[in-house]
Protein backbone atom coordinates (compact mmCIF):
# COMPACT_ATOMS: atom_id res chain seq x y z
CA UNK A 1 0.00 0.00 0.00
CA UNK A 2 1.12 3.29 -0.86
CA UNK A 3 1.27 6.32 0.96
CA UNK A 4 -2.02 7.97 2.23
CA UNK A 5 -1.04 11.39 1.21
CA UNK A 6 -3.27 12.55 -1.48
CA UNK A 7 -1.23 15.04 -3.78
CA UNK A 8 -3.67 18.27 -5.43
CA UNK A 9 -4.35 16.11 -8.48
CA UNK A 10 -5.69 12.98 -6.65
CA UNK A 11 -7.41 14.46 -4.99
CA UNK A 12 -8.85 16.79 -7.62
CA UNK A 13 -9.36 13.39 -9.78
CA UNK A 14 -11.10 11.02 -6.98
CA UNK A 15 -13.58 13.47 -6.55
CA UNK A 16 -14.31 13.71 -10.29
CA UNK A 17 -14.30 10.12 -11.04
CA UNK A 18 -16.80 8.46 -13.22
CA UNK A 19 -18.00 5.26 -12.62
CA UNK A 20 -19.73 3.62 -15.09
CA UNK A 21 -20.19 0.45 -16.38
CA UNK A 22 -20.77 -1.28 -20.13
CA UNK A 23 -20.58 -4.36 -21.53
CA UNK A 24 -17.38 -5.27 -20.40
CA UNK A 25 -18.32 -4.58 -16.76
CA UNK A 26 -17.52 -1.83 -14.58
CA UNK A 27 -14.46 1.40 -16.02
CA UNK A 28 -13.96 4.49 -14.48
CA UNK A 29 -12.90 7.33 -15.96
CA UNK A 30 -9.99 9.51 -14.63
CA UNK A 31 -9.24 12.96 -15.68
CA UNK A 32 -5.80 13.19 -17.49
CA UNK A 33 -3.06 15.77 -15.30
CA UNK A 34 -1.65 17.16 -18.18
CA UNK A 35 -4.17 17.56 -20.77
CA UNK A 36 -7.13 19.28 -19.66
CA UNK A 37 -11.08 17.76 -21.00
CA UNK A 38 -9.08 14.31 -21.68
CA UNK A 39 -10.42 11.32 -19.52
CA UNK A 40 -8.91 7.88 -19.71
CA UNK A 41 -10.53 4.67 -19.19
CA UNK A 42 -9.38 2.51 -16.45
CA UNK A 43 -11.37 -0.61 -16.52
CA UNK A 44 -11.86 -2.49 -13.42
CA UNK A 45 -12.13 -6.25 -12.05
CA UNK A 46 -15.05 -6.19 -9.49
CA UNK A 47 -14.89 -10.14 -8.66
CA UNK A 48 -12.99 -10.00 -5.53
CA UNK A 49 -13.17 -8.85 -2.08
CA UNK A 50 -12.40 -5.30 -3.01
CA UNK A 51 -12.52 -4.03 -7.08
CA UNK A 52 -9.06 -4.05 -8.47
CA UNK A 53 -8.36 -1.77 -11.41
CA UNK A 54 -6.67 -3.84 -14.46
CA UNK A 55 -6.13 -1.17 -17.39
CA UNK A 56 -6.08 2.13 -18.09
CA UNK A 57 -5.94 3.60 -21.74
CA UNK A 58 -3.21 6.16 -20.99
CA UNK A 59 0.23 6.27 -23.00
CA UNK A 60 2.14 6.02 -19.49
CA UNK A 61 3.92 2.65 -18.59
CA UNK A 62 1.58 0.70 -16.00
CA UNK A 63 0.64 0.75 -13.56
CA UNK A 64 0.07 4.31 -14.25
CA UNK A 65 -1.47 6.87 -11.76
CA UNK A 66 -4.89 6.44 -12.62
CA UNK A 67 -4.86 2.87 -12.46
CA UNK A 68 -3.12 3.49 -8.92
CA UNK A 69 -5.80 6.17 -8.30
CA UNK A 70 -8.62 3.65 -8.94
CA UNK A 71 -6.99 1.64 -6.69
CA UNK A 72 -6.74 3.91 -3.71
CA UNK A 73 -10.42 4.36 -4.08
CA UNK A 74 -11.85 1.74 -4.24
CA UNK A 75 -9.25 0.49 -1.53
CA UNK A 76 -11.10 3.56 0.80
CA UNK A 77 -14.52 2.47 -0.03
CA UNK A 78 -13.78 -0.83 0.31
CA UNK A 79 -12.06 -0.94 4.09
CA UNK A 80 -14.76 -2.10 5.37
CA UNK A 81 -15.14 -5.24 3.08
CA UNK A 82 -11.10 -5.98 3.48
CA UNK A 83 -11.24 -5.81 7.30
CA UNK A 84 -14.33 -8.83 7.47
CA UNK A 85 -11.90 -10.48 4.70
CA UNK A 86 -8.97 -9.98 6.84
CA UNK A 87 -10.73 -11.13 9.65
CA UNK A 88 -11.68 -14.12 7.96
CA UNK A 89 -8.32 -14.94 7.35
CA UNK A 90 -7.36 -14.53 10.80
CA UNK A 91 -10.22 -16.81 11.69
CA UNK A 92 -9.16 -19.55 9.15
CA UNK A 93 -5.25 -19.34 10.10
CA UNK A 94 -6.59 -19.78 13.83
CA UNK A 95 -8.72 -22.85 13.16
CA UNK A 96 -5.55 -24.45 10.99
CA UNK A 97 -2.96 -23.04 13.92
CA UNK A 98 -5.41 -25.22 16.07
CA UNK A 99 -5.03 -28.30 14.09
CA UNK A 100 -1.45 -27.54 14.16
CA UNK A 101 -1.24 -27.91 17.96
CA UNK A 102 -3.67 -30.57 18.33
CA UNK A 103 -1.82 -32.47 15.92
CA UNK A 104 1.45 -31.86 17.98
CA UNK A 105 0.09 -32.31 20.67
CA UNK A 106 -0.38 -35.89 19.38
CA UNK A 107 2.84 -36.02 18.53
CA UNK A 108 4.41 -35.01 22.12
CA UNK A 109 1.72 -36.86 23.89
CA UNK A 110 3.08 -40.04 22.44
CA UNK A 111 5.61 -41.90 24.28
CA UNK A 112 8.82 -43.14 22.66
CA UNK A 113 8.23 -47.29 22.86
CA UNK A 114 4.60 -48.10 23.21
CA UNK A 115 3.32 -51.53 22.47
CA UNK A 116 0.77 -51.66 19.78
CA UNK A 117 -2.33 -51.96 22.26
CA UNK A 118 -1.28 -48.96 24.38
CA UNK A 119 -0.58 -47.02 20.73
CA UNK A 120 -4.53 -47.75 20.02
CA UNK A 121 -5.68 -46.59 23.00
CA UNK A 122 -3.83 -43.40 22.71
CA UNK A 123 -5.03 -42.76 19.72
CA UNK A 124 -8.34 -42.91 21.28
CA UNK A 125 -7.68 -40.31 23.81
CA UNK A 126 -5.89 -37.83 21.32
CA UNK A 127 -9.15 -38.11 18.96
CA UNK A 128 -11.51 -37.32 21.58
CA UNK A 129 -8.91 -34.48 22.58
CA UNK A 130 -9.46 -33.33 18.80
CA UNK A 131 -12.68 -33.11 19.31
CA UNK A 132 -12.61 -30.54 22.67
CA UNK A 133 -10.76 -28.17 20.46
CA UNK A 134 -13.31 -28.17 17.74
CA UNK A 135 -15.81 -27.45 20.23
CA UNK A 136 -14.39 -24.20 22.26
ZN1 LIG B 1 -3.42 5.77 -16.99
Known sequence: MATLKINFYERYATEHLVIDEDNNGLFCQVCSETHEHTHYTVRVDESGVVPVATSCNCPATKPCKHINLVNKFYARIYKSNVAKAEVKAVEAAKVEA????????KIVSQPVAVTPAKDMMLA?????QGFS???R
Open 98 to 105: EAAIAEAE
Open 124 to 128: TLTKQ
Open 133 to 135: ILR
